[in-house]
């Protein structure tokens, strides 16, 4: 039975330290780098991807990723590039921006209910920025057409409405002078979702064929550590795509794949994902478009979605609908646009993992705890008291069954110094003795299989969650989602220095230690001395593996530990001849 709890602890600190390697790699092992490549945008002189459909002609909608169109321009501060002027606002309570009639293109929004830092006076977080600025990043609607001129990245679109807000829609619009008429109608929820009507209308002579597109295009990747993509947290290009949800596809598969695109035949949307936020380009409800990922050019990225040509008789005209999502990735809200919209999978676009299934539930209690009682590390514990007490049965027989092994070591004790020599026997006779005993060997065990899928779930949960971001708990716990800022080889920041993250032991962490240790020093020691001076060195090796976590998670746990050592406590009580056992 020592074995096989052994065994068990060894792979949760095998978990535990693939986990924690991430943020160790990161911090301590950086990578060297990259050239600042963004110095200089790839596209047209005002930042346009290097081509489109409409640069293309392409007859199946979808282009070819190939050089930049035209020589790179230096780059230019946001600030400057959004007062050149020709921009229609942006404004609902979650989000500000404009829409630049160059290129009708949604190239400036920030989140306003967000911050880039725990600072009062910190700017909203911005997510796109416009063409030729460090950071170029924005959503594009358009035409490919087959002999006819269509509206390109630097077409000048009039505007009709003075403003895009929930209540007043804006639409642009162009003609080619040929004939052919471009419609544009924007339209804004409250939240995060544009709605774009594309309208061809043809009074000329001849026929017309063409097909709409709706994309999004991103110069540079993200230069945040915490921000990179990892084998626990999906960064990069995703989407639902070719009939499931794409995690495993990132910005360097992108510029390695054949043609340096990666195409499909369907698609309910598409984008690109940080941590906290999402851009995406969404079609109407089941409607068939194709798709790709692309990088026109480098370090630029592209996702589309292009529909079929069509013909457009004389007299006629055709109107599609795509959609824009741009903000925060808010549980409920992403729900609500899958639910209400029809968009399938969007909350998909955070990356809950192998335990999907708990940590959505997990996530919602916690969500309903924090807003009962206003404070996320109080609904933590809170959180922590509730997982104990629906386990308390199995870790009642978890005791109950250590307290029957230790009652008859003796009877074991003798049957394997009479089997030494003959294990299937030595099995067989403890296998007799078990029934006998009415014992579960492994009883013990079953508690420490549950923790591996809770813990990973609440991993996800706090490094995931926008709704952890920035959530304070008390005194110098300003931010939860975060590792704790109070070093220990500092002296809580008194000497000008900060240590590397492997070294980087803040005091939450030391309570970690200690409480571990406590809690192993009420178990039974093992049978083995080397097992037993693993398990002594166990709680200090977890303190240096956990200190780079969120503060959130290393609550949990010492939260976890404290009730852990009060239910063993009164277990003691309850059966003393595991008490005993402990004794000695």
Not at 379 to 408: D, E
Not at 490 to 506: E, K, M, R, V, Y
Request: glycine content about 6%; proline content about 8%; some cysteine.
């Amino acid at each position: 039975m020592d074995d096989k709890r052994n065994l068990i602890a060894a792979i949760l600190l095998s978990v535990a330290i693939l986990l924690g390697w991430n943020f160790v790699a990161e911090k301590f092992f950086p990578t060297p780098d990259k050239p600042d490549v963004t110095k200089t945008v790839a596209g047209t002189a005002n930042g346009a991807p290097a081509t489109t459909p409409a640069a293309q002609g392409q007859p199946a909608g979808l282009p070819a990723p190939g050089a930049p169109a035209t020589a790179p321009q230096a780059i230019r501060p946001v600030e400057a590039a959004l007062g050149e002027g020709n921009r229609i606002p942006i404004e609902t309570p979650t989000i500000k921006g404009s829409i630049n009639l160059v290129g009708a293109r949604v190239d400036d929004i920030t989140l306003s209910k967000y911050r880039q830092t725990i600072a009062k006076d910190s700017p909203a977080v911005r997510l796109f920025a416009p063409g030729g600025t460090k950071s170029a990043y924005f959503a594009s609607l358009g035409w490919s057409a087959q002999g006819i001129q269509v509206p390109g990245p630097n077409t000048l679109w009039t505007a009709t409405g003075g403003k895009l807000t929930p209540t007043t829609p804006v639409t642009l619009s162009w003609a080619n002078g040929a004939g052919q008429t471009f419609r544009i109608e924007y339209s804004i929820d409250e939240n995060y979702l544009i709605t774009a009507k594309q309208t061809i209308a043809n009074t000329g002579t001849a026929p017309v064929t063409a097909s709409s597109f709706a994309l999004i295009d991103r110069f540079g990747k993200p230069t945040d550590p915490h921000e990179q993509d990892s084998w626990t947290i999906h960064v990069g290009p995703t989407g639902y795509l070719g009939g499931k949800s794409v995690f495993d596809t990132d910005y360097d598969d992108v510029e390695e794949a054949p043609g340096r695109a990666v195409r499909y035949t369907s698609a309910a949307w598409l984008g690109f994902t940080d941590k906290y936020w999402l851009a995406a380009v969404i079609p109407a409800q089941g409607e068939r478009v194709t798709a790709q990922i692309a990088s026109p050019a480098a370090n630029n990225y592209q996702t589309m979605f292009a529909r079929d040509f069509q013909q457009v008789a004389p007299g006629r005209q055709v109107t599609t609908t795509s959609r824009i999502f741009a903000g925060a990735k808010e549980v409920a809200t992403l729900e609500r646009y899958q639910d209400q919209q029809g968009i399938t999978r969007l909350s998909n676009a955070i990356d809950w993992g192998w335990f999907e299934f708990f940590a959505v539930p997990i996530f919602k209690l916690l969500d309903w705890l924090f807003r009962q009682l206003g404070n996320f590390g109080v609904a933590i514990m809170v959180l922590t008291l509730i997982i104990r007490l629906l386990m308390f049965p199995i870790a009642n027989r978890q005791f109950s069954s250590m307290a029957q092994m230790r009652v008859v070591q003796p009877k074991m004790k003798a049957l394997q110094d009479r089997y030494k020599d003959d294990k299937p026997k030595m099995q067989q006779e403890l296998m007799k003795l078990y029934k006998d005993e009415k014992i579960n060997p492994l009883a013990g065990c079953l508690p420490i299989l549950i923790q591996i899928p809770i813990f990973y779930a609440l991993y996800k949960v706090l490094m995931l969650t926008i709704e952890m971001r920035h959530q304070p708990f008390a005194l110098w716990i300003k931010d939860l989602s975060a590792p704790d800022p109070l070093h220990i080889l500092n002296l809580f920041g008194l000497l000008p220095f900060t240590p590397p993250s492997i070294l980087s032991i803040g005091v939450l962490a030391v309570i970690l230690g200690i409480t571990m240790w406590l809690q192993f020093r009420l178990n039974p020691a093992p049978a083995d001395p080397v097992q037993a001076q693993v398990f002594k060195i166990m709680p200090w090796l977890f303190m240096f593996i956990m200190a780079p976590f969120a503060a959130g998670l290393l609550l949990y746990w010492i939260t976890n530990n404290i009730l852990s050592i009060g239910q063993q406590q009164w277990m003691y009580r309850k059966f003393p001849a595991l008490k005993a056992a402990v004794a000695k």
